[in-house]
């Protein structure tokens, strides 16, 4: 069974950092697109930044300049470097991936989402 499971999320003051890591597991052939989603209180889910399997990103704009989306294709993972955080950054974040997964003798395709992470951005 494929998994994402995140990590990182927690309290930060306005100006501060913070790194979100996402790994995938399971019978894994093949990773394409990989994204970071929001969620904050009373509102839509939001696409942040999204990478290509090779290495291509994109960025909804409020986040441009101030964080960068990353993966290790080794290790099956992808990650969010957030700086200067603002309060309007506070959501929860969700890793999604397209994943290709072995399947008996053949293999499948998994549009999944991680649990989620809680980042706090408040003084």
């Known amino acids: 069974q494929v998994q994402l499971t995140e990590s990182g999320g927690g309290l930060v003051q306005p100006g501060g950092s913070l790194r979100l890591s996402c790994e995938a597991s399971g019978p894994i052939r093949k990773i394409n697109n990989m994204y970071w989603y929001r969620q904050a209180p009373e509102k839509q889910r939001e696409l942040v930044a999204t990478i290509t399997n090779i290495g291509t990103s994109t960025y909804t704009d409020s986040v441009k300049e101030r964080f960068a989306i990353s993966r290790d294709n080794a290790k099956k993972m992808v990650y969010l470097q957030m700086n200067s955080l603002k309060p309007e950054d506070t959501a929860v974040y969700y890793c999604?991936?397209?994943?290709?997964?072995?399947?008996?003798?053949?293999?499948?395709?998994?549009?999944?989402w991680g649990q989620g992470t809680q980042v706090t951005v408040s003084s």
């Open positions: 999604k991936a397209e994943v290709i997964y072995q399947y008996g003798f053949g293999s499948r395709v998994w549009n999944g």
